[in-house]
């Protein structure tokens, strides 16, 4: 099972993307999902979280400028971001499964899908 993550770019700082994960049958639907980051030199961090029955998480740098969703009708879960930061700056990453629940406090213990990474720059 590939989960496929789409959207990222080059953006001006204050500027917005929408990043999707997608994948087949209801995987996403079933599990909590979340996206990820990671810059050169840091570690992979938790960018936003959404469980099955639609609870979210965010990490504060980005509360009140990224929306997490999803559409389970197109196995589809969107990360919209707006004001964006050079900070921002990142591959980003979905998941669904094992990592996301626990990050939400979630006991489950089954499945833990990785989509490869979507470059976002935020550049002026």
């Known amino acids: 099972v590939q989960l496929q993550a789409s959207g990222g770019g080059l953006v001006q700082p204050g500027r917005s993307l929408r990043l999707s994960c997608a994948a087949s049958?209801?995987?996403?639907?079933?599990?909590?999902v979340g996206w990820y980051r990671q810059a050169p030199g840091k570690q992979r961090e938790l960018v936003a979280a959404?469980?099955?029955?639609?609870?979210?998480k965010y990490t504060e740098s980005v509360k009140g400028r990224f929306t997490i969703s999803r559409d389970n009708a197109q196995n589809t879960v969107y990360l919209q971001m707006n004001s964006l930061k050079p900070e921002d700056t990142a591959v980003y990453y979905c998941?669904?499964?094992?990592?996301?629940?626990?990050?939400?406090?979630?006991?489950?213990?089954?499945?833990?899908?990785w989509g490869k990474g979507t470059q976002v720059t935020v550049s002026s």
């Open positions: 959404i469980s099955s029955g639609r609870m979210t």
């Open positions: 998941n669904a499964g094992r990592t996301t629940a626990q990050a939400m406090g979630i006991l489950y213990y089954g499945v833990d899908y």
């Open positions: 049958g209801s995987i996403l639907a079933a599990n909590a």
